[in-house]
């Protein structure tokens, strides 16, 4: 147990900040919750266009540094190969960034927007049934994976480039803050990215749990009560924690390939036994509509509802804000995960693989497990609205699995795909907190090291669970995740400063031999045309 590699402040200061916000929450659970929900109305009421800004100029900067010459930057020596295979590598960024979240919203999601469309639609009409399933494709699209991706850029950059071994958020802003990093600052950095990222986890639990409880009752008849709950997060905390301890490629890399392969199982199985031409006619005209009006969505707020007397719905704070600020809280870790993986591709290839695969990979749920629920609700064959409204969203998830043929079949598939989603989550984010509070990486951080963090991700929201205030957790780490704002700005500044400084260094070294050899060849020109017309004067 190599103790002198911990960055101990940083390693206690996240522990402490947890602490100091669950056990108020556990002891004081309604006043806390009071005042974790006020902190968050109040955010993200003065200041969600600020997200919304950023969640545009995060795509827009990544699309530039893709096509610039930063994006030709390659991660490693020239002759260095890729780490991971595209497929693993793919499964790997997807199952890190989306977790069982993914199975929750992909499959339910369109019933909220059904019910409460955006632009002051009429709930339930026809132009709500447009947008209803296309506005969640829109919040998991391209937005989503370009936040995530934008702190790869300068953690790749000094890990894999420069060969700095540290892979820390405050380290990679090192370029701007300059020695400000090596101060109470940098720690501070890092532990609100920790206590963000814990948070965020949290959440993940919340949606993942009682819906792989709901499967489990459906499989074997045992009843969903808080036993359960505890059962199934002790397992996914077991599994996680042997795949966390066993490193990338022993464990993350291959606990993501199964992910995969069940996911793809289960898309197909929705696909080919539900309404396919339903299915790839509504998912392609929901794309097209989110092509048609993707700068109204990704700016739409309702200034007109509080000055103008017009009816306010809530929708941009309570999705597009709350979606981009959630994205905000776990991009470091992502983005960290992501840096981590991409040993051998070009910054480019990191940028539109990151994008790409993780857009169509939730294009592929939210469009046919999604449609599927829609289109039961169409028909009339099953009221999945009404039902959700009665029962709740995980009940109506696992209600929504029993229209298919041999249901209690793809129920028990989908319910091991939720587990295994909930686990290659929690080993992603348990190696980067680990890989966190260390003060280099060279291979893997420590075993020690990896396993505490996969069970302090379960501690604190096992403990919450049972006072039932996961959602306070997640609230508050969204309120505390607002900071992460100004330091993703500090993120692309730093990896534009110190790629950019690299590069004219490599120029100012190279172009003097250039030019020197190009103008030999013109010397070597013009002494032959002379020589030339010296033979021809001899001849005359």
């Not at 090192?174 to 090596?182: A, K, S, T």
């Not at 963000?196 to 949290?202: S, V």
Request: glycine share 8%.
């Amino acid at each position: 147990m190599n103790k002198d590699l911990i960055d101990w402040p940083t390693f206690f200061g996240a522990l402490f900040l947890l602490l100091a916000v669950s056990i108020p929450l556990a002891v004081f659970p309604e006043t806390g919750k009071e005042f974790v929900n006020m902190a968050n109305e109040f955010m993200t009421g003065n200041f969600g266009v600020l997200y919304l800004i950023f969640g545009l100029a995060a795509f827009a900067f990544l699309i530039f540094v893709a096509f610039s010459k930063n994006g030709h930057i390659k991660l490693g020596d020239k002759d260095a190969e890729k780490e991971f295979g595209t497929i693993s590598w793919a499964a790997m960024l997807f199952a890190a960034g989306i977790g069982s979240s993914i199975l929750y919203w992909g499959m339910i999601e369109w019933a909220y927007y059904y019910q409460g469309p955006p632009f002051g639609i009429e709930p339930e009409s026809k132009e709500a049934m447009n947008y209803a399933p296309a506005y969640g494709i829109f919040h998991w699209g391209p937005i989503a994976w370009a936040i995530y991706t934008l702190p790869a850029l300068p953690i790749a950059y000094f890990y894999y480039v420069r060969k700095k071994p540290v892979l820390k958020i405050s380290e990679a802003v090192r370029p701007v803050l300059g020695r400000l990093v090596d101060t109470p600052l940098g720690v501070v950095i890092d532990v609100l990215f920790m206590f963000g990222l814990m948070g965020g986890a949290g959440t993940t639990l919340a949606l993942g749990t009682p819906m792989i409880a709901e499967g489990v009752n459906d499989v074997t008849g045992l009843p969903v009560n808080l036993t359960m709950k505890a059962v199934i997060m002790l397992i996914c905390t077991a599994i996680f924690a042997v795949s966390a301890y066993s490193g990338l490629r022993n464990g993350i890399r291959v606990l993501s390939d199964i992910n995969l392969w069940l996911a793809i199982f289960v898309l197909a199985f929705i696909f080919v036994f539900g309404p396919s031409l339903f299915i790839s006619e509504t998912t392609f005209t929901s794309i097209g509509l989110i092509v048609d009006d993707f700068f109204k969505m990704a700016t739409w707020l309702e200034p007109f509802a509080t000055v103008g007397g017009f009816t306010e719905t809530g929708f941009p704070e309570a999705w597009t804000v709350f979606y981009w600020a959630w994205w905000l809280v776990y991009a470091p870790f992502v983005g960290l995960f992501v840096a981590r993986i991409s040993r051998g591709r070009t910054i480019q290839e990191m940028i539109f693989g990151t994008m790409v695969y993780g857009t169509l990979g939730c294009i592929l749920f939210f469009g046919i497990m999604g449609n599927f629920g829609l289109h039961l609700q169409l028909t009339g064959r099953f009221d999945v609205v009404g039902f959700m409204n009665e029962n709740g969203a995980p009940a109506a998830i696992i209600a929504i699995l029993n229209q298919l043929p041999m249901s209690w079949i793809m129920v028990a598939v989908f319910t091991i795909l939720a587990i295994i989603f909930l686990a290659t989550t929690f080993d992603s984010s348990s190696y980067i907190l680990s890989a966190v509070v260390q003060k280099e990486v060279k291979a893997e951080p420590l075993r020690w090291n990896r396993l505490f963090w996969a069970f302090t991700l379960c501690l604190m929201p096992l403990v919450l669970m049972f006072i039932g205030d996961l959602q306070t957790l997640q609230t508050a780490s969204i309120v505390a995740g607002f900071p992460v704002l100004f330091i993703m700005g500090l993120l692309a500044w730093s990896f534009m400063r110190a790629s950019n400084e690299d590069i004219r260094a490599t120029k100012d070294y190279q172009p003097p031999t250039i030019h020197i050899d190009r103008q030999d060849k013109r010397r070597k020109k013009r002494r032959s045309a002379l020589e030339v017309l010296e033979d021809r004067n001899l001849d005359d």
